[in-house]
Every structure is written in C-alpha cells, then in structure tokens.
C-alpha cells in the first residue's frame, strides 16, 4: 500500500492573505497540484479566516467535481456548529477533527478520546449520516486505550500527529524514538479496525522512513515544507518530489 498525497493549501491562502489581492491563487495552486498527481486537496478554514477562508471552500469543492472527480477535498477544523455547518454543505470525502484552540497558530496535539468521547460521538455520527468519512487527529503516541476510544466514537481513521517527528530533522537518533512511537500507534490502530492518515512538518526527507514504519498508511496532508519547496521547484515540480518520496 502506498499513501495518497493531499496537499493543504493553507500556507498558499495566508500568502495572498497579506494583501486585498487575489494571488496567489488558492484554487489556481490547488488544480496545478491535482494536475502534477496530488490525489487530494486539504484546508483549515479557523474562524478568523488567518488562512483559508469560507468563500475557497465551495470554490475547492467546484475545481474537484469539474475536473478531477478522482480527487478527495480534506475539510479539517475544531468541529463547532459553524465548522459542521460549512462541511455539511461541502461533502468533502472527508472530515478530519482537531482539537484545537481557536488561538493557536497551527494544531500542535491530538484529541484526548477517553476525555472527549462524550462529546464527539454525536458529531462524529452527524458527519457520517451525511456520507463524510471522518478522521480524528491523534497522538503520536496514543495508547490502547485511547485508539480503541476512537474506534468507539466511530471514526473511520484517525490522523498520527507528526510534529515531534518532523522536528528531529537534525537528530536522527530522536527521529528514530519518534518514529518507533508512530509506528507502534499505527499498529494499534489497524488492529482496532481504523486505517491511519498523518501530518504535520512532513517533509521529502522525512516522508521515506516514515513510510517504512508504517506500510499500511492510507494518507499524508502536507502544506507547509510543499509549499516552501514549491518556491524553490514549483508546485508541480514539488507535488512530484513528494510523490516520489511516498514510492510512487
């Protein structure tokens, strides 16, 4: 199995977000990404619009069903009433849950399933009614206990937070602990039934062993490295790095 590549736009929609001006254009990186391979698109739209905003998620939703009805739209966000609203009247393939702060600059942690499972069973079971797969951001390091509270609030698959491995790209031996870790909660995971998607500071670098830990990953939603070497190799030139460094 080799995981699909879904490129968040987010980094691309705060650039333009720096002026009144429409580049660059979220949906215009979004088809040349689609174009080069990418098989999906993801986006975070926070409540203060500092990246993606409400008016691209229709705009995404329309580029995906016009030419590349292949492709998946990723929506992930803190699931207020809002949030669930504006999905609801996407579809997109998927829903990706984070538990974030509405302050925070970008997630930097996974849900707390024990702790959090009275509250996410019904939304999780709203999404699903509408016909949405949903994902649930995780911990690195989740235990049994809490992978087995996810499959239990009804998620499909739950997303391995890879920050703390991303950050080890200076110490290969901490990258190899954080590593061991994802690798172990990615078993559990399959093991309770979920498939496991993951993000966060994924690099060309870092995507290869990553890949080798956990063979069965289904999906990675990278923005912010893709849309630095994008800078450099352009989207396309870069979506095809990353695919490569997946194995495909």
């Not at 993801?42 to 619009?49: C, G, L, M």
Request: charged letters at 25%.
């Amino acid at each position: 199995m080799q995981a699909k590549l879904s490129v968040n736009l987010n980094a691309i929609a705060m650039l333009r977000n720096r002026r009144d001006l429409p580049w660059p254009s979220v949906t215009g990186l979004g088809r040349i990404a689609l174009q080069a391979g990418a098989h999906g698109l993801t986006v975070h739209p926070r409540p203060d619009e500092r990246h993606v905003r409400r008016a691209d998620v229709p705009a995404l939703r329309a580029l995906i069903d016009d030419e590349f009805p292949q492709a998946e739209f990723n929506i992930e966000g803190y699931p207020t009433e809002d949030f669930l609203k504006l999905v609801e009247a996407a579809q997109p393939e998927q829903v990706t849950l984070v538990p974030d702060d509405p302050a925070q600059p970008t997630s930097d942690h996974g849900w707390d399933f024990l702790a959090d499972r009275e509250m996410l069973v019904p939304i999780v079971r709203r999404l699903k009614k509408g016909g949405m797969r949903v994902s649930l951001f995780a911990e690195p390091d989740a235990s049994e206990a809490q992978v087995a509270a996810a499959k239990a609030i009804g998620a499909d698959r739950i997303e391995l937070y890879t920050g703390p491995y991303g950050a080890c790209y200076e110490d290969s031996a901490r990258a190899g602990k954080e590593l061991e870790k994802l690798g172990k909660t990615a078993a559990r995971a399959r093991a309770a039934g979920l498939e496991v998607n993951a993000g966060h500071d994924l690099t060309v670098a870092n995507l290869p062993p990553l890949t080798k830990a956990i063979p069965q990953l289904a999906e990675v939603s990278i923005g912010h490295a893709l849309t630095a070497d994008a800078l450099e190799y352009g989207m396309a030139g870069t979506v095809q790095r990353f695919l490569k460094a997946l194995g495909r």
